[in-house]
């Protein structure tokens, strides 16, 4: 990272009232779709609880975005930090972060296995993963590295069902499920803690009843599509946008019913419109506070 992008971070988890005041904060790891953007990495969202983290998906570059976060000053982000890990659902985009996130922390010497949780299939993904890195292994473990804290073939894999599917100390995360295309289980995730409730929506289309899970909550992180964008793509591309996600003016509809106190948009698909063009259009259909994240932003 730049000296001035640090500094702009810095300056700017600061300025984030709600993340300086508050034991709970939402850290904006990749906002990215699978568009190739370089300025956006893979979906993963991180809540952040007094000093422990929990990520919401792991896109590509999530461990490195982790890193990012932890050198401006989140030390819950640290990378032998990661330990818990939700999975919204199994498609590329949200997961391709995951060899990444069982593997580097166990190299620099995580203390305990990844605990991961998510939908039917997560478990074959892990398992095929693990396996895909066999020779890797091999040589970590026997090639002279020092010796490591597990057996990182060792990843305790949940597969869940919607409902409160993990409690701590600190938070208590409930998963519910939402319409994302034909996927049999895609997951949303209620975060609550003492002091916050965060709601994440996964890729959701319109239909999901968000407004349920977020009743006046402090965030709602949400998917969204910029309806312009959307105005130029081939018709069976349009098709499959309609069918899987959520469009801006439906978002702003969701979003009148659910009163966030902050909305957050993230998985943006923009297609040649604008930021700037997207907010507008959520802003038409909602009159509460709404961002449009990008990477590294905190709430
Ligand atoms: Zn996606
Ligand atoms: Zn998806």
Not at 98 to 115: F, K, S, V
Not at 168 to 197: K, L
Not at 205 to 212: A, L, R, T
Not at 267 to 286: F, K, M, N, P
Request: hydrophobic share 40%.
């Amino acid at each position: 990272m730049t000296r001035a992008l640090l500094v702009s971070l810095t300056a700017l988890m600061a300025a984030s009232l709600p993340a300086a005041q508050s034991r709970t904060s939402v850290v904006m790891l990749g906002t990215g779709t699978p568009n190739a953007d370089p300025d956006r990495f893979g979906p993963a969202v991180a809540v952040v609880v007094d000093g422990a983290s929990y990520l919401v998906d792991f896109g590509v570059g999530v461990v490195r975005r982790a890193a990012a976060a932890e050198r401006a000053g989140i030390g819950a982000l640290g990378v032998t930090r990661l330990t818990h890990a939700f999975a919204t659902h199994l498609h590329s985009d949200h997961t391709l972060g995951l060899a990444d996130l069982i593997l580097t922390p166990w190299i620099l010497e995580r203390e305990t296995p990844l605990e991961l949780y998510g939908p039917r299939g997560l478990r074959k993904m892990t398992t095929h993963l693990v396996a895909a890195y066999a020779e890797d292994l091999k040589v970590r473990e026997t090639g002279g590295e020092p010796k490591h804290k597990y057996d990182p073939r060792v990843v305790h894999v949940h597969e869940i069902a919607p409902g409160v599917v993990f409690r701590d100390e600190r938070v208590t995360v409930t998963a519910f499920a939402v319409s994302h295309g034909i996927w049999p289980q895609a997951f949303g995730y209620r975060f609550q803690t003492s002091d916050r409730t965060i709601v994440i929506s996964g890729d959701t289309g319109p239909q999901s009843h968000i407004e349920d899970q977020c009743r006046r909550c402090d965030v709602l992180v949400h998917e969204v599509y910029s309806e312009a964008g959307f105005a130029g793509r081939p018709p069976e591309w349009q098709r499959y946008h309609a069918r899987y996600h959520t469009s801006s003016r439906e978002l702003g509809a969701i979003a009148s019913k659910a009163r966030p106190g902050l909305l957050v948009l993230y998985h943006q698909l923009i297609w040649g419109s604008t930021e700037d063009a997207l907010l507008e259009e959520v802003r038409s259909a909602y009159d509460g506070k709404v961002v449009s994240a990008h990477d590294l932003d905190v709430y």
